[in-house]
């Protein structure tokens, strides 16, 4: 059957007795160039295996296992599981595992996977797309690629530059991690149903040696989350409130020790300046 006809698609999901769920994020894909194209891109050829996050009603997935060895997809829908084995049939190498991304054991998941490399390819449900990035990202786990395809928005904040309207927390602690880039843009009527935005797909290229190393990653990521969650504020300020067990006198001192006036603010700093702060903090709070 054609997993790209949304007549199809609908019929399928008839003779299931189920319709879309909007707070599970399902907008199906229905451009099988956009499918083939994401499922051709998503890791340059380097991995073996692919994770697939949300397979739907597997249009994608039926894509992978022609150019990859194993395919491994979590649903978290179990009104979806019966429909994906309709639809993919009893393949060996492809595995469907039930589950929520954010809460199974993604290490324990992956690790079969992980010889001859591992990427992720997904169309991601757009109500958890910076937890799960956030998820794939810190999980250690040695990942080639992780392609995404997110709201056209969060593309350009994945992608965006320091001093910019659209980087953000996520941009920079992406930067740490890898390196993101816009592949293409897919218009909302390639799904079904079609959302109100555009999407785009981005790949991100994992860094095998980091070129920067933080004393301590959560330090980090505590500096990242409070210099944006406070975007109004100036960095120290900002800082201080991240870091209540901290004198802001200490603050700016760091501030400064980097190079920076007291006046400056979180979202004009790249990722090495955020290394630098969270290790002189580390610094700071050693007994
Ligand atoms: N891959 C399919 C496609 O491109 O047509 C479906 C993509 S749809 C945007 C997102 C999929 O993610 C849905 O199948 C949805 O049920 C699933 N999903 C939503 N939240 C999830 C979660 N926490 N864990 C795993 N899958 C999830």
């Given at each position: 059957?054609?997993?790209?006809?949304?007549?199809?698609?609908?019929?399928?999901?008839?003779?299931?007795?189920?319709r879309p769920s909007r707070a599970l994020g399902q907008n199906f894909l229905i451009d099988s160039r956009v499918v083939v194209r994401t499922a051709e891109l998503c890791c340059e050829g380097r991995s073996e295996s692919i994770?697939?996050?949300?397979?739907?009603?597997?249009?994608?997935?039926?894509?992978?296992?022609?150019?990859?060895?194993?395919?491994?997809?979590?649903?978290?829908?179990?009104?979806?599981?019966?429909?994906?084995?309709?639809?993919?049939?009893?393949?060996?190498?492809?595995?469907?595992?039930?589950?929520?991304?954010?809460?199974?054991?993604?290490?324990?998941?992956?690790?079969?996977?992980?010889?001859?490399?591992?990427?992720?390819?997904?169309?991601?449900?757009?109500?958890?797309?910076?937890?799960?990035?956030?998820?794939?990202?810190?999980?250690?786990?040695?990942?080639?690629?992780?392609?995404?395809?997110?709201?056209?928005?969060?593309?350009?904040?994945?992608?965006?530059?320091?001093?910019?309207?659209?980087?953000?927390?996520?941009?920079?602690?992406?930067?740490?991690?890898?390196?993101?880039?816009?592949?293409?843009?897919?218009?909302?009527?390639?799904?079904?149903?079609?959302?109100?935005?555009?999407?785009?797909?981005?790949?991100?290229?994992?860094?095998?040696?980091?070129?920067?190393?933080?004393?301590?990653?959560?330090?980090?990521?505590?500096?990242?989350?409070?210099?944006?969650?406070?975007?109004?504020?100036?960095?120290?300020?900002?800082?201080?409130?991240?870091?209540?067990?901290?004198?802001?006198?200490?603050?700016?001192?760091?501030?400064?020790?980097?190079?920076?006036?007291?006046?400056?603010?979180?979202?004009?700093?790249?990722?090495?300046?955020?290394?630098?702060?969270?290790?002189?903090?580390?610094?700071?709070?050693?007994?």
């Amino acid at each position: 059957m054609n997993l790209c006809s949304p007549k199809e698609i609908k019929e399928l999901m008839q003779a299931f007795g189920i319709r879309p769920s909007r707070a599970l994020g399902q907008n199906f894909l229905i451009d099988s160039r956009v499918v083939v194209r994401t499922a051709e891109l998503c890791c340059e050829g380097r991995s073996e295996s692919i994770l697939e996050i949300g397979p739907g009603v597997g249009c994608l997935t039926e894509r992978l296992p022609g150019r990859y060895k194993n395919v491994v997809a979590i649903e978290i829908d179990s009104r979806l599981i019966p429909v994906l084995r309709f639809t993919l049939g009893n393949r060996s190498n492809i595995k469907i595992i039930n589950a929520d991304v954010l809460k199974c054991n993604l290490r324990e998941i992956t690790a079969p996977y992980l010889d001859g490399g591992l990427s992720v390819c997904a169309n991601l449900p757009y109500y958890i797309t910076t937890p799960i990035l956030m998820l794939l990202l810190e999980s250690g786990i040695p990942f080639d690629y992780i392609t995404v395809m997110v709201q056209a928005e969060v593309a350009a904040r994945l992608c965006a530059s320091p001093g910019s309207q659209e980087y953000g927390a996520i941009t920079a602690s992406l930067a740490y991690f890898g390196h993101a880039e816009r592949l293409f843009s897919v218009p909302a009527h390639a799904f079904w149903p079609a959302p109100k935005v555009d999407s785009a797909v981005v790949r991100i290229r994992l860094y095998k040696d980091k070129p920067l190393l933080a004393l301590d990653e959560k330090i980090l990521s505590r500096v990242i989350k409070s210099a944006f969650g406070q975007r109004r504020k100036t960095l120290v300020n900002a800082l201080s409130a991240g870091f209540p067990e901290l004198p802001k006198a200490a603050l700016a001192e760091i501030v400064g020790k980097i190079g920076h006036t007291a006046d400056i603010r979180g979202e004009r700093l790249g990722i090495a300046e955020f290394v630098a702060i969270a290790d002189e903090i580390s610094r700071a709070a050693r007994p």
